[in-house]
């Protein structure tokens, strides 16, 4: 399986983004992102299920939605009210029927206030 993520870049605090990962090989059961924050640890921010269940970390809640598009075999994360805080490197990452992650190479996102 392989994860390409695109999108990230500069923004101003309250723009948006839109996150894309493009997946290729094995069908994946889970798809779903996270972000590093400078310093500080990997963390949870959404996934989606191949049955369309979707989870968002409370952090991003009500501003950042996951979607998946099965034909393109790619998945998104649109990041609207971004904040100062949501600047971190994220990573698309996916799981296989067998259970097996992969990640994708990250992608900056920067906001500035």
């Known amino acids: 399986v392989q994860l390409q993520a695109s999108g990230g870049g500069l923004v101003q605090a309250g723009g948006s983004l839109r996150l894309s990962c493009a997946a290729s090989?094995?069908?994946?059961?889970?798809m779903g992102w996270s972000r590093q924050p400078p310093g500080t640890e990997l963390e949870f921010v959404a996934s989606?299920?191949?049955?369309?269940?979707?989870n968002i970390a409370d952090s991003v809640k009500g501003r950042f939605t996951i979607s998946r598009d099965n034909a393109k075999s790619a998945f998104y994360l649109q990041m609207n009210s971004l904040k100062v805080e949501d600047t971190a490197v994220y990573y698309c990452?996916?799981?296989?029927?067998?259970?097996?992650?992969?990640w994708g190479q990250g992608t900056l996102v920067t906001v500035s206030s």
């Open positions: 989606i299920t191949s049955g369309g269940a979707i």
């Open positions: 990452k996916g799981q296989t029927e067998s259970g097996k992650i992969y």
């Open positions: 090989g094995l069908p994946l059961r889970v």
